[in-house]
């Protein structure tokens, strides 16, 4: 009787931590769909605002870049940048008093109040990688209020969390998972898997129940056929990978520390800085019509869909925006605009290659692009592929995709998001710490 009731015991705590965790990640889902309809809500004032003067966005983009920088450095530390980089570091940290401070629900909420002021503001950024920490610090906060003993576990709640804001965000549940097990964690363990498939299925479909089953960039029938058209494999996929391998070699530069007076300016005067970039951003945008401004999801779309055809100065001009904006260290994500760059790319590649039809090679520039900043060839392919809702092109996107990854790797050695995290674990560690508590003096 006694081994009855242990393990009738044992069997409701399990129970109330499943149950638990799949009630976190029902949140993850609605917090998700609420972050994309904010993030949407911005960009359409944005709109509203270019639409009324261009020229109030010299105003309106200094000024919120500086705004947010403050509002990030005096009240959500830790909110700076993607997101993906503290997601990574905290399933590498043991103390555990920095992971809370990373992924509370404070820094969570900063993170879509000021990535959504950024987007108001025209910062070129997106909302998927801040999607993660978000996702990571509420699935964070039910292992707390579980009060889990053992690292792994609360180590494979925030691994599923980061996968389940992927998958609701982009509405991609596939690759959810090949994210978590490429980038976050590097590896698939047993007692996590569990967790994590679970955590990506439950807010997956609570964000299909909200917004209803749709594709990111819709549905696309393009292919590649065998034959003369796989030219643009490893046309897109060498040009791509030189193009992203660039990219996030500045950016993890940029991160070490700018060179010169403008590094010293940039560490003295954060907020200054930040108004600068803004102002630079604004330059750019009313040079380019307005189409450097914010995600770049609108005209990523109508390239994919051969709507519209843009000149090699869009993804130029939004390739030296996104470099400005993560440079400001404003919150606010790299996927959007990567994307939104890949495409471009890939459009204006198109009209060299007449033998493979425009439409394939914008699917393939993407991935190569984006492939190759992010250093994940399998979660690269497999988002195209879920956002453009085509399997026909699989193959030539995976060819397309471990070919731009190899050339990135030869321009820029280290992973972005790893050298991202790495620096900030290096950023915390040199970070002065404060004055132990004075003694009481003995008499």
Known sequence: MRHLRRSARITTEQWRRKLACWAAAVVVGVVAVGFAMAADAAASLRTHIIAFNPWLML???????????????TWFRGAQGSGIPQTIATLHLE????????????????????????????????????????????MHACG???????????????????????????????AGIVFAIEELSHSFEQRTSGT???GVILSGVTAIALVGNYSYFGHT???????????????????????????????????????????RFAKGRPVAFAAVCGLLLAILGIASGGITYGTGYYQAHEIIDGRTH????????????????YCSGIPGGLFAPSLAIGAG????????????????????????????????????????MEMCDNQQVT???????????????????????????????????????????AEPAVK
């Not at 820094?107 to 978000?134: M, Y």
């Not at 690292?151 to 998958?167: D, E, K, Q, Y």
């Not at 791509?240 to 996030?248: A, L, R």
């Open 310 to 325: 843009y000149p090699a100065s869009f993804f130029i001009l939004k390739f030296i925006a996104t470099i400005i904006s």
């Open 144 to 174: 707390r209020w579980l009060n889990l003993s053992t690292i792994s576990m609360r180590r494979g709640l925030i691994l599923a969390g980061g996968a389940s804001g992927v998958s609701a965000a982009f509405n991609t549940p596939l």
């Open 221 to 263: 029938d393009v292919v590649v056929p065998i034959g003369i058209s796989w030219i643009a494999v490893p046309t897109c996929g060498i040009l791509g990978g030189i193009g992203g391998g660039v990219f996030s070699a500045i950016l993890i530069r940029a991160t070490r520390g700018l060179p010169g007076g403008l590094g």
């Open 395 to 437: 193959l030539a996107l995976l060819a397309t995709s471990f070919l731009a990854y190899g050339v990135s790797r030869m321009i820029c050695s280290q992973p972005l998001y790893a050298a991202l995290a790495e620096a900030f674990l290096d950023g915390m560690a040199s970070a002065p710490k404060p004055p132990p508590a």
């Open 59 to 73: 105003v309106l983009t200094p000024g919120g870049l500086a705004l947010s920088t403050w509002l990030t450095r």
């Open 196 to 198: 994590m498939l679970t």
């Open 95 to 138: 103390n555990f008093a920095i992971v809370d401070r990373l992924l509370s629900l404070r820094v969570a909420a900063g993170k879509i109040v000021l990535t959504s002021l950024g987007l108001v503001a025209g910062a070129s950024i997106g909302r998927e990688g801040p999607s993660v920490q978000i996702g990571a610090a509420i």
């Open 345 to 384: 790319f890939g459009g204006w590649v198109a009209q060299f290659l007449p033998h493979t039809t425009p439409g394939a090679v914008v699917l393939l520039g993407t991935v190569a692009y984006f492939s190759a900043v992010v250093q994940s060839p399998l979660t690269a392919s497999v988002i195209v």
